[in-house]
Each structure stands twice: as C-alpha cells, then as structure tokens.
C-alpha cells in the first residue's frame, strides 16, 4: 500500500493567492509554474509554501505588465540564485548593492529604481533585504554623517527605497480571514518604516495577514486595534525617542492583552533592554519573520523599580520645561562668556537627552546611554560643535535638573548625566 502523500490542493492554492484555477492550469502547462507533485495514487496535484511564494511572485510581475513568459524566465533565474554556493551568490548581491549606492550618491533616482526592481526579479526578498536595502541605508547614514552626501540625498534613497517596498507590500492578494494575522506599527515618534516595511513582506511570505498601521503610531492606536483580537503585535523601536513613548506598557493593566514582539536598532544593541522590555525579542526584522511561526510568548515580564519608574515619569512630564530652561541658561552662558560658536539643534539635543536618561531609569538599562550616541556625534562630527561646548551644555543641563528635581530624584539622573558626559571625552 502506498504511503499517504501531504499537501495543497490547487483549490487551497488558489484561495490563497487570487489566482483562478483555469490561469494556475495554464501557467503550470505554458511556463511549469507552480510545479505541484502528485500524490502516492497518481490522482492529484500536491503543492507546498514555496509554490504559493512562486505564485504570488509571478502573479505580481504580471501585475506590474511584465509578460508571463518573461516573468517564469526571471523566476526560473531565481530558483537557480538559490541553488548557487554563498559565494557566487553573494557576489552578484554585492555588485548590485554597490551599483546601487552609487546611483543614490548621484542621485540618479531613474537607476536607483530600475536597480531595485532588477533586485527584487534575481533575488528573493530576504536577499534583496539583508545583503543589498540594508548595506545601501547603512552605508548611505555614514556617508551623510561624514558630509559627503546630502540631506535630500538621503531622503530621497529612503523615499525610492519605500516606494517599491510599499509597492510589493500592497501588491499582495489578501489572505483569508482564517491565516494568522499581525499588527506591524512602528513606535510612537518612530518615523523610520523600511526595517517594518520589509518585516511585513517577509511575514506575508510566511502566512500572515499584515495589518500595517507605519510610522509614528499613537499607543492608544495600538491598543485600539489589539481590541480586534490579533494573533501579534509587531513594535518597532529604534531610538530613544520612540523607547521612552513604550514606558506607560510597562503597567500591565495599560498593556494590550495580544502577545508583543518589539525590534528595531536599539533593541538589537542592548541586550538587557531586550530582557525589560513589556513583550518578546525575535531577532532583527529581517530575521525575524522567519520564526514567527513557531513563537510561543513569554508569560512572565521583568517589573521595575517604583523609584526610578516615578523619577523617569517625572522627567517625561517636565521634558520641555527642562529643554527651555536649558537653552536660556545656556546661550545666557555663551553671551555671558562672548562665545560666538552656534550649536544648531539645541532644543533636540536637549529633548533626547531628556529621553535617553527617562529610558535608562524607567528600563533598567545605563548602558542605553552608550549605545545613544547618534546626537553627540551629530553635534560634534556632524555639525562641529566643539567637544567642550557639548560638555557645557551637559553642565547647564545637570544644573537644570538640580533645580527642577529633589535631591533623591537627583540621585538617580546625575550618574547618568555624567555617563553622557564621559562619552563627550
């Protein structure tokens, strides 16, 4: 007797890409895609997860008016990428990364989207995700902070990037309501979407129907949208000024009663926030979408201090008072002192002081300030600031705090502030 063969009937396959059975019949005859197995009896067409990828890939291409023909002859391409050893596949990957940071460095949008397109044919999303969007941004970050490109430049790479990320995100056929499904929101004040916009292409490809709130989402929203019974909340977080907007969750009773999973930069840098934190740690974004599937949530959360939970909340109600005090002292200072030199941004320096110290309190987690370098090096690599300016400024703002606060408050913000400073030197 014959073993029992399992998998997807072309029926199943269908409902879960949109594509009619007469057209996968036709694409299966005219270009062998999907390429079901039969079962043990010879009866029926069997298909697996990675026919329903190649589906929705050839079914997008046609979307975006490539012929079939033409687009089964990419995939086939495809399939052929995956089967090479790493290092001929890693290095078409790093000759199309390089071609295209060079595209953004000139600011050839024309290339740079044709680039990405051709990317996105050769190589799968996971490919295209870790060896080519995520060197480009990074590479394209250190340049700007070195001065060799440009604002705009850099907004215009993250624009281009993020269109054809939304564009493959939208161009997804909608699930069944019966799949999994998953919220995808970056934190509040979190303006950063490609790592979440290619987290939820990538889980998409695993099963799950992606409800993405992007940037910036207010927590009430969060919490409102928890109410429709997700299966996961996705959080992406990658400074301080997003981190310290998540503190009201460390109360369980203003938590969403759905499973959370946080990711971003600064969650990937600091271990022991990842063990704070009011929810479960995956991995980086681009990893993680591949184990959701087999997540089980953690049941038990770290609780923190109520001393220094009150003094981070104390900081987080007086933040713009701390921030204009600080200036007025400050420039009162330069004048006083005939100090000529501008520091630009000053009251968003201060502010992220503000929050990197109320998150270091409220997470447990001094070595927050370490990793939170990103405004220190913009003042004094970036907009040359002069090291001692930035320490006075950091004086003025100890100061401050030594006036607004008590002394047992002070207590916890002053070994922090020095922190900060001897980063400075």
Known sequence: MNEPTFGLTIKIVSE????????????????????????????????????????????????????????????RQRRHARTLGTTEVTQPLAATQAALVAAFVRSDEVTARRILDEAFALFTPEQVAQHIIEPTMREIGARWMRGEMTVWQEHLASNVVQQKLFAILQAQPALPLAVPTLVAACAPNEEHTLGLLMFSILAQRQGWRVIFLGQATPLDEINRVARTKPNLIVVSVTTALGLVELIPWLDPAQRPAVPIVFGGRIVDALPKLRAHLPGDYLGTEIVAANQLLGFKPRTEFWTPSKRALRAANALRAHRLKIAGDTAVQFLATLTAHRTRTQVPNLNFATLFLVDAITCALAFDVPELLDAERMWLDEMILRRAVPPELVTKHLDTFTRVLGRLFSAEQNRLYQPLVARMKGAVQ
């Not at 036709?26 to 270009?31: F, L, M, V």
């Not at 390429?35 to 046609?62: C, T």
């Open 16 to 75: 879960r890409t949109g594509v009619s059975v007469h057209t996968l019949r036709a694409w299966e005859r005219r270009y062998g895609i999907p390429a079901p197995k039969r079962d043990s009896d010879n009866r029926y067409r069997l298909y697996d997860e990675q026919d329903i990828a190649d589906v929705l890939w050839l079914k997008q291409q046609v979307e975006a008016g490539i012929p079939p023909a033409q687009a089964s002859a990419l995939l």
